[in-house]
């Protein structure tokens, strides 16, 4: 079956644009996590839903970054006023049900430039 | 505030050698840890998740043990093959406060020579 799907797989931008991510989870997946990972850093937890909302929002990094989920199913995130220390790969995962036991099944990512 | 660390950030061997692949971690209150693994320009696939009752988790050639209260797990791969060449990740999910996040070391990067 389908894996969890993300896109664009590259994304160049300009300093002060605005971007959009999108993941597609794998169907019936009801939890959909966004991570960060920038270059010779760890991945970086940003945002959790659990169907449409978000119980977790402690990792994004600036009110810059936002996200939302509509349906229980796919998720955006959006960068508003990108700056260049937003360059970096986001990985979205989902998982069938809570993070507690269920494993996470990534993306391939985006790769996000910002020049 | 759970740190995880992963030691050596890189690793050469010959194929055929077995090998261990090093994570620890702060605080031992953790729910369960998880190996993934990380090919360029892919995302992370799962490998092993050890709950915090389980001391170990076989997949293949893979094994990997957990000890909480020492804060260390290892991921052991025997008779390593040129496919292995990845990177290595161990993240770890805490109990309480956020629900949502695993704590992700920085990796292990593996090359396998032929």
Known sequence: ??????????????????VELRCDPISGHTALYWYRQSLGQGLE??????????????????????????????????IQR????????????SSLQGPAKNIQYFGAGTRLSVL | KQEVTQIPAALSVPEGENLVLNCSFTDSAIYNLQWFRQDPGKGLTSLLLIQSSQREQTSGRLNASLDKSSGRSTLYIAASQPGDSATYLCAVRIYGGSQGNLIFGKGTKLSVKP
């Open chain 1, 1 to 18: 079956g389908a894996g969890v799907s993300q896109s664009p797989s590259n994304k160049v931008t300009e300093k002060g644009k605005d």
């Open chain 1, 45 to 78: 937890f940003l945002i959790y839903f659990q169907g449409n909302s978000a119980p977790d929002k402690s990792g994004l990094p600036s009110d810059r970054f936002s996200a939302e989920r509509t349906g229980g199913s796919v998720s955006t995130l959006t």
């Open chain 1, 82 to 93: 990108t700056q260049q220390e937003d360059s970096a790969v986001y990985l979205c995962a």
